[in-house]
């Protein structure tokens, strides 16, 4: 069985600074997909980023990007220039590409805090 | 597409009654979950469905526990008799097999207060 793990529980990061949120799973599977949820304080859970396992691009939207270690099977967030709405619960979850089921596993969320 | 329908947003209730949470998922999507999340286990995924049909559920916590999917828009998860230590933000979530790469689509959850 898959496992994700975030060894931050907590995080702060200054206005406008970069922070970096890991993430580390463990697979036997060559083929899989791995996102990073945010959930603000409304506690809705909103995909923030996805990287494709077979892709040696890590992805990137906007002031979000990854840093996708496939060998070292690590998998961390970046936040560039953050900002007071980045506050939040961040989840790193992996999903099977081959699993019929293909049921998300979620580490235990990095709670970030962003001072002003 | 209105998103993942949950209801209600928010239950409390007593301790050994009833509860029945509700989820409308994308239309299309033919996978559906429920999740539990709580402080201590962070998100659990209790049982999902594929074309209405429940696949797993193992992470049922217990028989008290029980979820139905009678069509392709509509699912429920109901917690007959409630304890407090149900008490927790409860997620309906669906995905498609044609987007497993995007994820899923959470609705906005229940938070369940058993007192």
């Known amino acids: 069985a898959q496992t994700v793990t975030q060894s931050q529980p907590e995080m702060s990061v200054q206005e406008a600074e970069t922070v970096t949120l890991s993430c580390t799973y463990d697979?036997?599977?060559?083929?899989?997909?791995l996102f990073w949820y945010k959930q603000p304080p409304s506690r809705q859970m909103i995909l923030v980023i996805r990287?494709?396992?077979?892709?040696?691009q890590n992805a990137t939207e906007n002031r979000f990007s990854v840093n996708f270690q496939k060998a070292a099977k690590s998998f961390s967030l970046k936040i560039s220039d953050s900002q007071l709405g980045d506050a939040a619960m961040y989840f790193c979850?992996?999903?099977?590409?081959?699993?019929?089921?293909?049921?998300?596993?979620f580490g235990g969320g990095t709670r970030l805090m962003v001072k002003p | 597409d209105a998103g993942v329908i949950q209801s209600p947003r928010h239950e409390v209730t007593e301790m050994g009654q009833e509860v029945t949470l509700r989820c409308k998922p994308i239309?299309?999507?033919?996978?559906l979950f429920w999740y539990r999340q709580t402080m201590m286990r962070g998100l659990e995924l209790l049982i999902y469905?594929?074309?209405?049909?429940?696949?797993?559920d193992s992470g049922m916590p217990e028989d008290r526990f029980s979820a139905k999917m009678p069509n392709a828009s509509f699912s429920t998860l109901k917690i007959q008799p409630s304890e407090p230590r149900d008490s927790a933000v409860y997620f309906c979530?669906?995905?498609?097999?044609?987007?497993?790469?995007?994820?899923?689509?959470f609705g906005s959850g229940t938070r369940l207060t058993v007192v």
């Open positions: 979530a669906s995905s498609s097999w044609d987007s497993i790469s995007y994820g899923y689509t």
């Open positions: 697979t036997s599977e060559s083929d899989y997909y």
């Open positions: 990287q494709e396992a077979y892709k040696q």
């Open positions: 979850a992996y999903r099977s590409a081959q699993n019929a089921g293909n049921m998300l596993t």
């Open positions: 239309s299309g999507h033919d996978y």
């Open positions: 469905f594929n074309n209405n049909v429940p696949i797993d």
